[in-house]
């Protein structure tokens, strides 16, 4: 726990913030939106037919919180925010930056790791959150101008899956995808080596573990919520 | 005091430093020399901590650094500056933030306060003017320059260490920076230049230590280190021997 011990960096988590967050909201409105869109053709395609046309937002609701948004923004955070961790902290460790922080009796862990981690725990969520909104809306605009339902039916579907589990799916998820990105992507910085070759490696090997960490782990929190609230 | 008794370090498989054992005060002017790869850099990283020796000790006023945590190491660093290969100036903060980093890390200086001092150490290497400009914005020579008023604002430090201070500088600017190392080591503090440019180790030591594949040839004065009968030495020294004759 020395990396959540004194000093704190309060300066350095906001800026971390401000990269992590302001910087990836574009992209997070605009992958959110469309797969929102994507997803509700699908469903409503399926459902149709059927006339279940009353559970479309309901579906798209759940879908949404507690899988394709956590997902959808853990893979865009990893991608550009967890390959930017390690690319700088690998460039700073070749430059001999990290050894001039250790020689001026500075934590590199402190400094650099723990802004990186705290920032992401705050951003991912948020950006989730927001991810969210997002996705029902771009569901929304396709169910009520592509296929014409009523706007009040889709809310109120949406309104009556606001429960406590979807929202322990929501905020959980994101929180430890957060931890994990920042972790791994910290992790693989700190230990590269080599060159221009080095910054590529540490880089693809952030992403490609970030994201095959991220979706084991989607699927073991699932299994865990799924026993505590069944 | 800085003592290595016999110091082995290896990197991936492959000796770095082998064997190696000296005592060096604090206040000597000392030069390392050898050949690219020999091992130079590693010395400094294990005087600092910054590299644990696989075998023998390295002691720092009798104490072994292999049995301090980082919190005590972190003290032990701080009675050193240290100025890296090019500068390794933090990328992020402007000449003037790079140059504070000691006193915002270390010290309870007010804003003024750092200010006042910033200036100053700007103004002993001569880059008043470039203060807020970054890094990417300078040359290599004022990158040094840099690099050492931000080493300079280690006040505790008894020793400093320069990792190839003037690798890769045109002569003018070789020349600034030796200047500088010289009027660094005014106020008493020793210091240690790791290079392999013989005549900026010549100008500026007393003490030479010739290094190569990790071994310690050579280890004394400057009429020693010239007439020399190691034979890899002189092998070292040999292209150069013509000028070396007229010193």
């Not at chain 2, 644990?52 to 002691?59: E, F, I, N």
């Not at chain 2, 919190?71 to 990328?91: N, P, Y």
């Not at chain 2, 003490?207 to 990790?214: A, I, N, T």
């Not at chain 2, 310690?216 to 020399?228: E, Q």
Request: with cysteine; proline share 3%.
């Amino acid at each position: 726990m020395g990396a959540f011990s004194k000093p704190f960096y309060a300066q350095e988590i906001v800026e971390q913030m401000n990269h992590a967050g302001p910087g990836t909201l574009l992209i997070a409105l605009i992958t959110t939106f469309v797969v929102g869109m994507a997803l509700s053709i699908q469903v409503l395609n399926q459902f149709e037919g059927l006339g279940l046309e009353s559970e479309v937002g309901r579906v798209i609701g759940v879908s949404v919180i507690r899988e394709i948004s956590p997902i959808t923004l853990a893979l865009v955070f990893a991608g550009r925010v967890g390959s930017g961790i390690s690319a700088e902290l690998a460039a700073m460790v070749q430059r001999e930056q990290i050894d001039t922080l250790r020689a001026f009796g500075v934590s590199p862990i402190k400094k650099l790791v723990t802004p990186r981690i705290l920032s992401s725990l705050i951003m991912l969520p948020s950006l989730t959150f927001i991810g969210d909104f997002a996705a029902i809306i771009g569901g929304f605009l396709i169910t009520t101008v592509q296929y014409h339902s009523d706007p009040e039916l889709y809310w109120s579907s949406i309104r009556a899956i606001m429960d406590l589990k979807n929202t322990i799916f929501g905020v959980s998820k994101p929180f430890v995808f957060g931890y994990l990105i920042a972790t791994i992507s910290c992790h693989v910085g700190m230990r590269s080596q080599g060159g221009s070759l080095g910054l590529k490696n540490a880089a693809t090997k952030s992403y490609v573990l970030s994201t095959v960490t991220v979706m084991i782990t989607d699927f073991l929190i699932t299994k865990v919520i799924w026993i505590f609230f069944p | 005091m800085i003592t290595f008794k016999d110091v082995w370090f290896w990197h991936e498989a492959r000796p770095v430093i082998k064997g190696a054992s000296f005592t060096i005060n604090t206040d000597e002017k000392v030069a390392i020399l050898g050949p690219s790869g020999s091992g130079k850099t590693t010395i400094l990283k294990l005087i600092l901590g910054l590299s644990v020796a696989d075998s023998g000790q390295v002691l720092f006023d009798g104490v072994d650094l292999a049995s301090l945590n980082e919190t005590k190491l972190d003290a032990i660093r701080l009675k050193f500056s240290i100025v890296f290969q090019e500068g390794a100036l933090f990328d992020s903060l402007s000449v003037r933030e790079n140059v504070a980093f000691y006193f915002r890390e270390h010290t309870r200086y007010s804003f003024s306060q750092i200010e006042e001092r910033v200036r100053m150490l700007l103004k002993t290497v001569d880059l008043e003017s470039e203060a807020e400009l970054m890094p990417e914005q300078l040359s290599g020579g004022m990158k040094r320059r840099v690099a050492i008023a931000r080493s300079l604002a280690v006040s505790g430090a008894r020793m400093n260490l320069y990792d190839e201070p003037t690798s890769g500088l045109d002569p003018v600017n070789a020349g600034i920076i030796r200047n500088l190392i010289s009027d660094a080591a005014k106020d008493g503090r020793g210091f240690i230049v790791v290079t392999h440019e013989i005549f900026d180790a010549l100008s500026l030591a007393s003490r030479f230590m010739f290094l190569k594949d990790g071994q310690i040839l050579f280890d004394g004065g400057r009429d020693a280190f010239l007439h020399s009968q190691v034979p890899q030495l002189r092998e070292f020294l040999n292209p150069y021997r013509y000028l070396l004759d007229k010193l």
